[in-house]
């Protein structure tokens, strides 16, 4: 399995609260990236990273930023929690732009 | 405005038999492909991919065609068995370095059901 693990694996919250979750990695690939799966949407992109400190936006970026302060580490942070923020979210890694992405296991965020 | 698209939802398939499933793209910069498997509750996994300097690449049962004139690409599973019940996504990226580089696009999915 590819060295890659997000926590919390499931997590239950309150609309308006804030939320991070984590995305961490011992494989030392320089890219990441958050995403959100939805019925009917597929695997949609919200923040990507391409270095320590180098991010840039996805398709569905609005109510979210991320962080990467190390390269092992890259966190999503809800500012305030809505219920259309309920979904799976997956964080992925990749080496180069020409390999594949190697998958977490997944978030499941349910928001009240 | 989706760059990748999978028209079909889903596809059923007897087992033993050719699954095809389809993907197109509109992004000309797009130069190297995936495709994904992912099982209810687990993380996709990665099955094969295929560069755009190529018009085919084969794994076993797996084998992605690219057609770049069209921006098609397809997966063919031979023979399609009912482990292979799952929902397969289609995925893009550039090593174009400009706005909107280093990203991996993917498609909605198809749910195959590969029948005993």
């Known amino acids: 399995d590819a060295g890659i693990t997000q926590s919390p694996r499931h997590k239950v919250t309150e609309t308006g609260t804030p939320v991070t979750l984590r995305c961490h990695q011992t494989?030392?690939?320089?890219?990441m990236y958050w995403y959100r799966q939805d019925p009917g949407h597929g695997l949609r992109l919200i923040h990507y990273?391409?270095?320590?400190?180098?991010?840039d936006k996805g398709e569905v970026s609005d109510g979210y930023s991320v962080s990467r302060s190390k390269t092992e580490d890259f966190l999503l942070t809800l500012e305030s929690a809505t219920s259309s923020q309920t979904s799976v979210y997956f964080c992925?890694?990749?080496?180069?732009?020409?390999?594949?992405?190697?998958f977490g296991q997944g978030t499941r965020l349910t928001v009240v | 405005d989706q760059q990748v698209k999978q028209n079909s939802p889903s596809l059923s398939v007897q087992e033993g038999r050719i699954s095809i499933l389809n993907c197109d793209y509109t992004?000309?910069?797009?130069?190297?492909f995936l495709w994904y498997k992912k099982y209810p509750a687990e993380g996709p996994t990665f099955l094969i991919s295929?560069?755009?300097?190529?018009d085919k690449n084969e794994d076993g049962r797996f084998t992605v065609f690219l057609n770049k004139s069209a921006k098609h690409l397809s997966l063919h599973i031979v023979p399609s068995q009912p482990g292979d019940s799952a929902v397969y996504f289609c995925?893009?990226?550039?090593?174009?370095?400009?706005?909107?580089?280093?990203?991996?696009?993917f498609g909605k999915g198809t749910k195959l059901s590969v029948i005993p």
């Open positions: 992925a890694i990749r080496q180069g732009t020409n390999t594949e992405a190697f």
């Open positions: 990273s391409y270095g320590v400190k180098d991010t």
């Open positions: 992004n000309s910069m797009f130069d190297y």
């Open positions: 295929i560069s755009s300097i190529k």
């Open positions: 494989e030392n690939h320089r890219y």
């Open positions: 995925a893009a990226s550039t090593a174009y370095s400009g706005a909107g580089s280093y990203q991996l696009t």
